[in-house]
């Protein structure tokens, strides 16, 4: 993926900062509710994006139906959507999933301080990871992340998670955390990051 479209992923992906915004605002029984809506939404929309052959049936009898100017809009969604998109979410479930499942169980389970700190270092970090390691990485490992791209993860989650948690919780989070990120642990990045920070801040902070 071109650093344009790396650019444009990362935009899109902050849109997940609406989450522990939500909870600041509104509390976390709005949030949970809400959270768990769009999820909802993402699943049930997911077959449009990745059965091609369904997604054609549906534009077709679209145009039956709609302006020309509104299929044309409806198009470059389609196109923006398969720019962004890594090469195995043309196949797979998509990454907006993965996050919004892991925000609802860190919203359910964890305390405010944790949840919110964890899915803003997951959003955050990972941007900041991807960004800086495609533009300015030059210490590359075999898995193709750079040493300067988890460097960005590690000091931005750092930032983040101190005004919530002790600087020890911070730097035990945000580490753990850069390590999801490197790996990719499974099912997803966007699943498993938010809830290894969480778990790790969980532990230490019982242990510490």
């Known amino acids: 993926m ?5 650019l444009k992923r990362k935009a899109l992906h902050m849109g997940g900062l609406l989450v522990p915004l939500s909870y600041l605002l509104f509390g976390r029984d709005i949030t949970l509710a809400l959270t768990g809506f769009i999820f909802f939404s993402f699943v049930a929309l997911e077959p449009f994006r990745i059965i091609e052959s369904f997604r054609d049936r549906i534009k077709h009898r679209l145009r039956l139906y709609v302006k020309p100017d509104v299929m044309e809009s409806v198009e470059r969604i389609e196109r923006f959507a398969d720019e962004i998109a890594r090469e195995h979410e043309h196949h797979r479930v ?9 925000a609802f169980i860190n919203l359910y389970f964890f305390s405010p301080a944790t949840a919110v700190g964890a899915i ?12 800086v390691g495609k533009s300015l990485g030059r210490h590359r490992f075999k898995n193709g992340k750079s040493l300067e791209g988890s460097l960005a993860y590690f000091v931005s989650g750092v930032l983040i998670l101190w005004p919530f948690l002790s600087l020890p919780l911070a730097i035990v989070g945000s580490f753990v955390g850069m390590v999801a990120e490197f790996y990719d642990f499974p099912p997803d990045d966007n699943f498993s990051n938010q809830l290894t920070v969480s778990l790790a801040v ?3 902070s019982a242990l510490l």
Do not use: P, R, S
């Open 120 to 131: 803003t270092v997951a959003t955050v970090g990972d941007a900041m990871a991807a960004i």
């Open 2 to 6: 071109t650093i344009k479209a790396e």
């Open 202 to 204: 969980y532990i230490a």
């Open 94 to 102: 998509a990454a907006h999933i993965y996050f919004a499942a892991a």
